[in-house]
């Protein structure tokens, strides 16, 4: 069972930068060729695409509302995904979710929130202005 721990959330300054990571285990050796992602949700809003990358080729994706200031990225000898956070704003207060696919899925699939079939508990970001 693969199991997704988030880490890195917290207050920050409105302007700020913040990296989360995502500690991925569970996988299997054959599991090579699949997406993990982040996702989240603000009070009282649905949860969200912001980014997902593809573990074995190192493509990414993102929400076009939050280009240029997220950077998802991988180290794949730790297994660990990372979500760079920069000129953070209050809206971008929110839950947020690190989360994988079983496989490999097409590429217009990585946005949907039914592509991920693992998801962690949440890691709290709060942007005060």
């Known amino acids: 069972q693969v199991q997704l721990v988030e880490s890195g959330g917290g207050l920050v300054q409105a302007g700020g930068p913040l990296r989360l990571s995502c500690a991925a285990s569970?996988?299997?050796?054959?599991?090579?060729?699949?997406?993990m992602g982040w996702f989240r949700q603000a009070p009282g809003k649905e949860r969200e695409f912001v980014a997902a990358?593809?573990?074995?080729?190192?493509?990414?994706y993102y929400a076009d509302s939050l280009k240029g200031r997220f950077s998802i990225s991988r180290d794949k000898a730790k297994n660990l995904l990372y979500l760079q956070m920069n000129s953070l704003k209050p809206e971008d207060t929110a839950v947020y979710y690190c989360?994988?696919?079983?496989?490999?899925?097409?590429?217009?699939?990585?946005?949907?929130?039914?592509?991920?079939?693992?998801w962690g508990q949440g890691t709290l970001v709060t942007v005060s202005s």
């Open positions: 989360t994988a696919t079983v496989r490999r899925v097409a590429s217009s699939f990585h946005y949907s929130a039914d592509a991920y079939a693992y």
């Open positions: 569970g996988r299997t050796s054959a599991e090579y060729d699949y997406a």
């Open positions: 990358i593809r573990w074995n080729t190192g493509s990414t």
